[in-house]
């Protein structure tokens, strides 16, 4: 039972430039949260999705960042417009019901240079 | 408001106990959580425990729940050199859906 995948694990782009980052959650899980790790701090929530739905996205910027797990296929956290200060690891967790277990994926981590 | 914060680092010998500690804020949370990160990784839920509790034991690790005082542990006995790594205490709490509120992360140095 593959755990949460999440990819690319490295990503790289220039100011102005789009990143997509993509989660796939653990098998039967259909609740995804996407977490942003700045160098040398703890995890801050960013947004909370179940399937075509956004239920809490109280963490999330309000500009230039964007999350959405359709019906089909991965959750997708897709920053526009990058700026150096997005350079972080972001990291999604999956649970079944509820948020009693979250489990992470190994994360991605952007650098905008 | 929500707010968990941890000692920043912590230095213990192999075969030692570790203690280490987290205060968060918020009384009415529901759960709270100890998770490991080894550098370059993803986050390991080590264990959990509900707010209706005091203690939780599973095999080396020990939570203790003060909430009274909003405090929580979590003891590792018998440290080894493979527990090196950053220990993140996290809460979720009445009202907030299922989002995790994490502390700032203690290091845990294992010397020989």
């Known amino acids: 039972n593959a755990g949460v995948m999440q990819n690319p694990r490295h990503l790289v782009r220039r100011r102005g430039q789009e990143a997509r980052l993509r989660c796939s959650p653990m098998?039967?899980?259909?609740?995804v949260y996407w977490y942003r790790q700045l160098p040398e701090e703890g995890l801050k929530f960013m947004v909370y999705?179940?399937?075509?739905?956004?239920?809490?996205e109280s963490g999330m910027p309000k500009e230039r960042f964007s999350a959405e797990f359709p019906k089909e296929g991965p959750s997708i956290l897709r920053i526009q417009q990058v700026v150096r200060g997005d350079s972080a690891a972001y990291f999604c967790?999956?649970?079944?019901?509820?948020?009693?277990?979250?489990?992470f994926g190994p994360g991605t981590r952007l650098t905008v240079l | 408001g929500e707010d968990v914060e941890q000692s920043l680092f912590l230095s213990v010998r192999e075969g030692d106990s570790s203690v280490i500690n987290c205060t968060y804020t918020?009384?009415?949370?529901?759960?709270l959580y100890w998770y490991k990160q080894e550098p370059g990784a993803g986050l390991q839920l080590l264990t959990y425990?509900?707010?209706?509790?005091d203690m939780k034991q599973d095999q080396r690790l020990t939570v203790l729940l003060n909430k009274k005082d909003k405090h929580l542990s979590l003891r590792i006995a018998d440290t080894q050199t493979g527990d090196s790594a950053i220990y993140f205490c996290?809460?979720?709490?009445?009202?907030?859906?299922?989002?995790?509120?994490f502390g700032t992360g203690t290091r845990l140095q294992v010397t020989l």
């Open positions: 967790a999956s649970s079944g019901v509820g948020p009693n277990e979250q489990f």
């Open positions: 098998k039967g899980h259909s609740h």
């Open positions: 999705l179940q399937k075509e739905n956004i239920i809490d």
């Open positions: 918020d009384s009415s949370s529901t759960y």
């Open positions: 425990i509900f707010s209706n509790m």
């Open positions: 996290a809460e979720v709490y009445t009202g907030t859906a299922s989002k995790l509120t």
